[in-house]
Nanobody, 121 residues
């Protein structure tokens, strides 16, 4: 059973925008913080952003703060990542995962298959 699925990646020019969506199973999503992570070629996977169940708290990596916005729609089991003013260094495979505790995914958590974001200069 697929627990998490991401949508919305693609190719965009520097300065452009993309919105990623993530649909999760009820078991993964309900009452849990969810997060976005990314992995660039040759690099380790890193934290991007997270949001609590009630959306009262959000967290961002310094590298994306002020440019990315995380949100969620609990009626649709969906988490979004709005990415503005994209830079070539944002190029990576973006993963959605949950539950998130701090900036890490719980050991019993679920990851999506990832969606490629490529930013051209």
């Amino acid at each position: 059973q697929v627990q998490v699925v991401e949508f919305g990646g693609g190719l965009v020019q520097a300065g452009g925008s993309l919105r990623l969506s993530c649909v999760a199973s009820e078991r993964t999503f309900r009452n849990n913080a969810m997060g976005w992570f990314r992995q660039a070629p040759g690099k380790e996977r890193e934290f991007v952003s997270a949001i609590t169940w009630g959306s009262s708290m959000t967290d961002y990596a310094d590298s994306v703060k002020g440019r990315f916005t995380i949100s969620r729609d609990n009626t649709k089991n969906t988490v979004y990542l709005q990415m503005n003013n994209l830079k070539p260094e944002d190029t990576a495979v973006y993963y959605c995962a949950g539950p998130v505790i701090g900036r890490t995914v719980a050991g019993f958590g679920s990851w999506g298959q990832g969606t490629q974001v490529t930013v051209s200069s």
